[in-house]
């Protein structure tokens, strides 16, 4: 397409966008209200129509007039003519008079289509009872986006509505589900689960999008069953699919969902370990008769909860404490393990995760994230943490920080 031509589609373009933008003011999604009410043009100055201007050849300056003539042939503008400038020689004024005429020969939908289309694709799911819908919606019916997903991506939003449905349906709060293989099951992609993180995570508010695993394991979506580690005394029994095995050194394996009870006593702490090279430094320690080891597997799943939740109630420690790291994803995990341990009348502390036990190494925390933290620790009263972090600024993984026995 010519210079003329280009010049022209851009100045239609640049009436659909100040059209789109009146009707977004209103919230209506209704564009004849607005040219109704409004006349949407630009008087033929350089200020106004600098892309007709910028057109020095009288060649480029007569297509774009033979253009603008398509455009009104069908409706979709109007022009006036300055009639000091002969028949058609220069124009004095375009103004939108059909956007659909326009957008037809544009070959592009309208932004206020699109945000009906996408609010008509979630409203058909039935999802309000997820509150972000309609925060979402409200957001797209103004123009904007919510979590950095506009209407044009309501696909994605759609996609992971139905993947919330479909692990309700799958009752993965209790048992966990192969992430892939549920993928497969709902779009025939094995991976189109992972990429709808960040809505998924805008759905369920979740605080971090960028950490996928904390969005999976919340819906019991794991990429492979979680082995559950465990550290005992020798004296442990603990009771896997109706038989009764020891404990054996430096720790036991098995599947969560086997387990049924823990034999074993006075066991005086009960641990969960965020990562594996700490819960081995752990279970490898000379120290820890009397102590439980719990590795979590970074993200928990809700076997892995369930099974954790049998050990405290079958043990009865008299505390119950979480390892991990000092940054979002850690609190994040720890604030899910404090939720089932206050299931069994237990109040979950922090253990090393004061910012002031790493000596200032560590990197900068990010302001949005500190935000967040300081509201779980709210919430769960660990406000030693909550503190350090204040004072200190700082996260750090805990592979950084050397195992101490908490007795």
Not at 145 to 172: C, F, H, M, Y
Not at 244 to 254: E, R
């Amino acid at each position: 397409m010519n210079s003329g031509c280009k010049s022209c589609d851009e100045t239609v373009r640049r009436l659909l966008r100040r059209c789109a933008n009146r009707v977004f003011q209103t919230g209506t999604l209704d564009h004849e209200c607005v040219l109704s009410h409004q006349t949407i043009g630009f008087p033929a100055t350089n200020a106004s129509l600098p892309e007709y201007y910028a057109l020095e050849r009288f060649a480029d300056r007569q297509e774009y007039h033979a253009r603008a003539r398509l455009y009104a042939g069908h409706g979709a503008i109007a022009l006036s003519w300055d009639p000091s400038a002969g028949d058609a020689g220069q124009l004095a004024r375009v103004e939108l008079k059909d956007p659909k005429a326009a957008a037809a020969i544009l070959g592009q939908p309208l932004p206020w289509e699109i945000a009906q289309k996408a609010i008509q694709q979630v409203k058909a799911l039935q999802a309000d009872q997820l509150p972000t819908t309609r925060a979402l919606m409200d957001a797209w019916r103004y123009g904007k986006s919510a979590g950095g997903i506009p209407a044009e991506k309501a696909d994605q939003i759609s996609d992971a509505i139905r993947v919330i449905k479909e692990t309700k349906r799958l009752n993965t709060e209790k048992h966990d589900a192969l992430l892939r293989r549920v993928s497969a099951d709902l779009f025939n992609d094995t991976k189109r689960i992972e990429s709808l993180a960040r809505p998924l995570a805008l759905l369920l508010e979740e605080p971090d999008p960028d950490e996928p695993e904390s969005v999976f394991a919340r819906l019991g979506l794991v990429k492979h069953p979680q082995t559950m580690l465990l550290h005992c005394t020798s004296e442990a029994l603990l009771s896997i699919n109706g038989q009764h095995i020891k404990a054996v050194q430096p720790y036991i394996g098995f599947a969560p969902t086997t387990l049924t009870e823990v034999r074993g006593g006075p066991i005086q702490c009960v641990i969960s370990i965020e990562n594996l090279s700490s819960f081995n430094e752990a279970a490898f320690a000379d120290n820890n008769c009397g102590l439980v080891a719990i590795y979590t597997a970074g993200h928990p799943s809700p076997s892995l909860l369930d099974a954790y939740q049998k050990i405290l109630r079958s043990l009865k420690p008299a505390s119950v404490l979480h390892w991990g790291d000092v940054d979002l994803g850690g609190f994040r995990i720890a604030s899910r393990i404090a939720e089932r341990a206050a299931m069994e009348g237990y109040r979950l502390d922090l253990w090393g995760m004061c910012s002031t036990d790493y000596h200032g190494i560590g990197v900068t925390a990010d302001p949005g994230k500190l935000t967040a933290i300081h509201r779980i620790c709210e919430r769960h009263g660990w406000t030693s943490e909550s503190q350090s972090l204040n004072e200190w600024g700082l996260f750090h993984e805990q592979e950084a920080m050397e195992w101490r026995s908490p007795k």
